[in-house]
T-cell receptor, first 108, second 115 residues
Framework: GQNIDQPTEMTATEGAIVQINCTYQ??????LFWYQQHAGEAPTFLSY????GLEEKGRFSSFLSRSKGYSYLLLKELQMKDSASYLC?????????FGSGTQLTVLP | DGGITQSPKYLFRKEGQNVTLSCEQN?????MYWYRQDPGQGLRLIYY???????QKGDIAEGYSVSREKKESFPLTVTSAQKNPTAFYLC??????????????FGPGTRLTVL
């Protein structure tokens, strides 16, 4: 099975940088995803990592270390619209298992 | 526009009644999934289907049933045996089950409230 841990809540200021961590223990690993979910809406895909290292996509970057069972999502130049829940999800050979999500609040 | 449709967005039912949530996709995706989300929690997998006429139980299948008679459609029935059915239900699909990089696309969700 999978066990995924991420902080429940984080707060940051508009224009700042925030790092959301995710640690996992898995029986099989076939990639790690980050999703953004605004309240009452469906999750939307942000990033995918399967090899160690950093993937950059505009203001968002995601890092993976498979040996440490660790990933982080880095959000730069925070905007108010970035206030949302960020879900870490790990894929084994069959299914995707989600963490409980980190609720990020961006303050003016 | 290609995408996943779930209807209705809000659904109310009396306790003891079965209810079926619809999920339709026109993305030509092979694999489809049903998740349940409770307040402040992540998504938990109920059922998934990797191909037509085949489906597998997820982590919390008890009290739910599904069918996959067509590639485009994967309806979920919440039965009276489900003890706490009030939740936000999300349907998702991926292009295929083989390639791990395929992200899941989600429908808008159905919020079910059992009175």
């Amino acid at each position: 099975g999978q066990n995924i841990d991420q902080p429940t809540e984080m707060t940051a200021t508009e224009g700042a940088i925030v790092q959301i961590n995710c640690t996992y223990q898995t029986s099989g690993f076939n990639g790690l995803f980050w999703y953004q979910q605004h309240a009452g809406e469906a999750p939307t895909f942000l990033s995918y990592n399967v090899l160690d290292g950093l993937e950059e996509k505009g203001r968002f970057s995601s890092f993976l270390s498979r040996s440490k069972g660790y990933s982080y999502l880095l959000l730069k130049e925070l905007q108010m619209k970035d206030s949302a829940s960020y879900l870490c999800a790990v894929r084994d050979w069959v299914q995707l298992t989600f963490g409980s999500g980190t609720q990020l609040t961006v303050l003016p | 526009d290609g995408g996943i449709t779930q209807s209705p967005k809000y659904l109310f039912r009396k306790e003891g009644q079965n209810v079926t949530l619809s999920c339709e996709q026109n993305l030509n995706h092979d694999a489809m999934y049903w998740y349940r989300q409770d307040p402040g929690q992540g998504l938990r997998l109920i059922y998934y289907s990797q191909i037509v006429n085949d489906f597998q139980k997820g982590d919390i299948a008890e009290g739910y049933s599904v069918s996959r008679e067509k590639k485009e459609s994967f309806p979920l029935t919440v039965t009276s045996a489900q003890k706490n059915p009030t939740a936000f239900y999300l349907c998702a699909s991926t292009r295929d089950r083989v390639h791990s990089y395929n992200e899941q696309f989600f429908g808008p969700g159905t919020r079910l409230t059992v009175l």
